[in-house]
C-alpha cells in the first residue's frame, strides 16, 4: 500500500492500527481516539503550527514536581501537554507554557476538581512557569501568573498566551500591531463554533446567533482588507480589530473593545465593498462583554491568510447548522464540489454561474482553484512550500479579486443565503457583488429585486473578457446564453415542486426543479459550455424518465458520469445521486443524430466518499480491517531572527480518508489527456 505526501513523493505504508485508535502526531505512539485525545492532538498542532514552539521542545504526560507553598510538602501534578525553553532540559524548573485537557466538553471550566482553578492554579501559583491553558475541547481558556510589589502570587485570566520567542509584555506594547496567526487544522472550526455557541447560550440571541456572529466575521474581513487596500493607496490604515491580552478582565476593557468593533461596523456599511450586502440600519445587539469575548476569539487569526479550504469548512459548518435543509436545500460536501471543479477545470478566462448557490460553496472553490492556477502563472520556477506562501500575496489578490468580481455568479431564491454566500465569497476572495436573489427557473422572468441587476453585470462581464467578440446571439437584456461553465445542486426531492406557471415555459413540462434546473442550465450556457450538476439516480434509471435523458442526449454531448454512493448527502439527506457532467450542442452538432455520434465518455463508480451513513469520518485499511497509517512530511514556510525565509518540516503519521473522488478527478485528467 502507498500513499502520497505533501510533496508527492510515494512513501509506504508503515503502519495498521486498530477500531478507535490514533497515532500521537508528537511521539507516533498509538493511543485509544477518545474525545480527550483527540483535543490533545489538536492541541499539539496549535503549540506547533500556530505558537512556533519546536516539537522538540515539547512532552506529553509531564509530571510536574513542586514545593506547595501553603503546605511545605513536595506535590506533583500531571499535565498533558508540557512546553519547556529552547533546548533546555524537560525538568519543571524549564517548563514555560503548559496545557491542561480535561476529559470531555460536559467538563466545565468551573469544576471544582477539574476545573481551570484546580488544574492551573497549583503550577502557576508554585513554579516559575507563568502562563497555563485549560481546555475541553470547546473552550480554550489560558491563565497567567504574575507577582505584586509586596511579592504576593496572582493568576489572571487573558485571551492568550504568547508564542515561542514572544514575553506577554511584547502582546501588551503591540495591541493592534501584533500578528493574528494562520489557523492550524481545525483551530478555525472550533473558533467559530465556540463564538457560535457564546452567542447562542450567553447573549439571549438563540435566532439570530448566527446574523450576529456574521458581522463580526465581517467587520474582521475588513479590518483586515483595508490594511491592504490603504497600503495601495499610500495611506496607513491603523487595525481596529485586535483586543488587548487582559481587556476582557475590566468593564473598561470591554467598552473600550465594543467602541473599536462597532466603528468598524458602521464603516463598512458605507464602504464601497460591503455597502451592497447591508441595508444599512443592522446594529450589532451584542453587550459589550459578549463582544469583546467573541472578537478576542476572532482577532488571533488572520483570515486572509488561512487557506479556502480552512475558512470555508469553518464557515459552511456554522451556515449549515444555522440554514440547513430549508425547502429541500442541502449543502454539497466540499469533497463533491472540489472533485467536480477539478474535472471541468476552469480557468481565469471561465465565466462560471451556480442558478442554486446556497451559500456559494461551487463559486468559492472554482475562486481557489483559479487562484492556485494565477500564483503558477505568476511564480512559475517556485517550489510548492513558498508557492503556497504565495497564494494570498496582494499579486495573486489582485488577479483574483478582478476574476471574481468579474466572472463568477450566483443566483438563489432565499435572500438569507444570499447574504450566506456573499460572505463566503468574501472570505474567499470577493466578487460578492454577482451574487443575486433571483428564481433562477424564472429568469429572464420573476419580481425579485435583483433581477434587473443581473443582465447589465453580464454584459459589463463580457465587455472585459476575452470573448468579447463571440456572437451570443441573444439580447443584451437577457444573461442567458452567455456562460462559458454551470456548476450547481439544485433543490430536489418529493416536497419541492416548481409553479406551474414556471414549469409550462420549459420544453420538458415537469415540475420537478432538478429537471428543469437541466434545461435552466442549458439556457443560461454559450454553445460549447459546460455543466457540472448533481442529480437523482432516478432522471438516469427511471423508465419514466426516458424523455428526459433523450432531451438532454439531443441538446448535450455527455462529457462524463460519476456514481454516488448513497452515504455521499448523509446524515443531511439520504438521496440516491450522481454526478453529470455535460457540453452544450452548437447548431451544427445538434444536426448529427443521437445514434450516429460517436465519441467516449468517462464513467466512474463512488464506493466511498470518506464518512459513514451517519457523518462519521472512515479511513483507509488493509486487508484484515485495521485503518492504515502513513508517513508524511508536512513542510511550511516561516522566517529567522533577521526575517529570511526557512522551510520547516515535521513528520507526521495520520490516517486518510477512504475517500474515492480524488482519485476519480485524477482519472478524468489522465483520460482527457488520451482523448
Known amino acids: 500500500m502507498t500513499a502520497t505526501d505533501n510533496n508527492n513523493e510515494l ?42 514552539f519546536a516539537s522538540g521542545d515539547i512532552e506529553r504526560d509531564f509530571r510536574v514536581i513542586y514545593k506547595d507553598i501553603d503546605s511545605d510538602r513536595d506535590r506533583s501534578q500531571r499535565v498533558d501537554l508540557a512546553v519547556f525553553e529552547e533546548g533546555r532540559a524537560h525538568d519543571t524548573t524549564n517548563l514555560i507554557r503548559f496545557v491542561i485537557v480535561v476529559k470531555n466538553s460536559k467538563v466545565r471550566f468551573t469544576d471544582k476538581r477539574a476545573g481551570v482553578a484546580a488544574t492551573l492554579e497549583p503550577i502557576l501559583f508554585n513554579t516559575n512557569c507563568d502562563f497555563g491553558c485549560w481546555t475541553n475541547g470547546e473552550d480554550l481558556l489560558y491563565q497567567h501568573s504574575y507577582e505584586d510589589e509586596f511579592g504576593q502570587t496572582f493568576c489572571e485570566d487573558i485571551s492568550d498566551f504568547p508564542a515561542a520567542g514572544q514575553t506577554l509584555e511584547d502582546l501588551e506594547k503591540e495591541g493592534e500591531k501584533a500578528a493574528p496567526r494562520k489557523p492550524a487544522n481545525e483551530s478555525l472550526v472550533k473558533t467559530f463554533k ?75 456599511k458605507q464602504s464601497e465593498l460591503f455597502q451592497d450586502v447591508f441595508d444599512g440600519n443592522e446594529q450589532i445587539m451584542l453587550s459589550d462583554r459578549g463582544l469583546a469575548y467573541v472578537a478576542s476569539e476572532l482577532a488571533k487569526y488572520s483570515f486572509i491568510d488561512a487557506t479556502v479550504d480552512v475558512k470555508g469548512t469553518a464557515y459552511e459548518t456554522i451556515v449549515s447548522n444555522t ?15 472540489k472533485c467536480m471543479v477539478e474535472i471541468l477545470d476552469p480557468d481565469q478566462n471561465t465565466r462560471v454561474l451556480d442558478p442554486a448557490c446556497g451559500s456559494g460553496g461551487f463559486l468559492v472553490m472554482v475562486l481557489d482553484h483559479v487562484r492556485k492556477k494565477i500564483a503558477k502563472q505568476l511564480y512559475p520556477d517556485i517550489d510548492e512550500v513558498r508557492l503556497e506562501a504565495k497564494y494570498n500575496s496582494p499579486e495573486v489578490d489582485d488577479l483574483v479579486r478582478q476574476y471574481a468580481e468579474k466572472m463568477l455568479f450566483g443566483f438563489d431564491f432565499d435572500p438569507d443565503l444570499k447574504k450566506a454566500a456573499r460572505m463566503n465569497m468574501v472570505m474567499a476572495g470577493d466578487g460578492h457583488s454577482n451574487i443575486y436573489n433571483i428564481n433562477s427557473l424564472e429568469y429572464p422572468d420573476g419580481s425579485k429585486p435583483d433581477l434587473p441587476l443581473i443582465a447589465s453585470a453580464v454584459n459589463e462581464s463580457i465587455k472585459h473578457s476575452k470573448d468579447k467578440d463571440f456572437d451570443f446571439g441573444v439580447s443584451e437584456n437577457n444573461a442567458q446564453g452567455k456562460f462559458d461553465m454551470m456548476f450547481t445542486n439544485p433543490p430536489f426531492g418529493a416536497k419541492v ?57 439531443n441538446h448535450f454531448k455527455l462529457i462524463a458520469s460519476v456514481d454516488l454512493p448513497v452515504e455521499a448527502f448523509l446524515p ?6 450522481s454526478l453529470l457532467f455535460l457540453q452544450k450542442k452548437t447548431d451544427d452538432e445538434k444536426l448529427v443524430p443521437i445514434d450516429e455520434e460517436d465519441y467516449d465518455v468517462f464513467m466512474a463508480i463512488v464506493e466511498q466518499v470518506g464518512k459513514d451513513r451517519r457523518g462519521v469520518p472512515i479511513y483507509k485499511r488493509d ?18 531572527e533577521t526575517g529570511r525565509e526557512i522551510v520547516r518540516t515535521r513528520e507526521v503519521r495520520e490516517r486518510e480518508l477512504a475517500d474515492d473522488l480524488p482519485e476519480v478527478a485524477k482519472a478524468f485528467k489522465e483520460f482527457k489527456e488520451n482523448h
Not at 22 to 44: G, Y
Not at 323 to 337: C, M, S, V
Open 194 to 268: 465556540r463564538c457560535h455557541d457564546y452567542i447562542y447560550g450567553n447573549e439571549g440571541m438563540k435566532k439570530t446567533a448566527f446574523w450576529e456572529l456574521l458581522n463580526l466575521i465581517f467587520c474582521k474581513l475588513y479590518d483586515e482588507k483595508r490594511r491592504y487596500t490603504d497600503y495601495k493607496d499610500g495611506n496607513t490604515y491603523h487595525r481596529r480589530f485586535w483586543v488587548g491580552v487582559k481587556e476582557l478582565n475590566t468593564e473598561q476593557g470591554q467598552k473600550n473593545v465594543a467602541e473599536r468593533i462597532k466603528g468598524i461596523f458602521n464603516d463598512l
Open 11 to 52: 512513501i509506504k505504508n508503515e503502519l495498521g492500527i486498530g477500531e478507535n485508535e490514533l497515532v500521537c502526531s508528537l511521539t507516533n505512539r498509538v493511543f485509544k481516539a477518545t474525545e480527550k485525545e483527540r483535543n490533545i492532538q489538536s492541541m499539539i498542532g496549535m503549540l506547533i503550527d500556530e505558537y512556533g
Open 497 to 553: 415542486e416548481v409553479d406551474p406557471e414556471i414549469s409550462r415555459k420549459y420544453e420538458l413540462k415537469s415540475n420537478a426543479p432538478e429537471v428543469l434546473f437541466i434545461e435552466a442550465c442549458y439556457n443560461f450556457l454559450k454553445p460549447g459550455g459546460k455543466m457540472a450538476i448533481v442529480l437523482p439516480d432516478g432522471i438516469l434509471g427511471n423508465p419514466n424518465m426516458e424523455s428526459v435523458r433523450l432531451w438532454i442526449l
Open 323 to 337: 440554514l440547513k435543509q430549508e425547502a429541500g436545500q442541502f449543502f454539497t460536501p466540499r469533497n463533491i464540489i
Open 572 to 577: 443531511q439527506v439520504g438521496v440516491q445521486a
Open 623 to 640: 486487508e484484515d480491517g485495521a485503518e492504515l497509517v502513513f508517513r508524511h512530511v508536512k513542510k511550511w514556510l516561516s522566517y529567522n
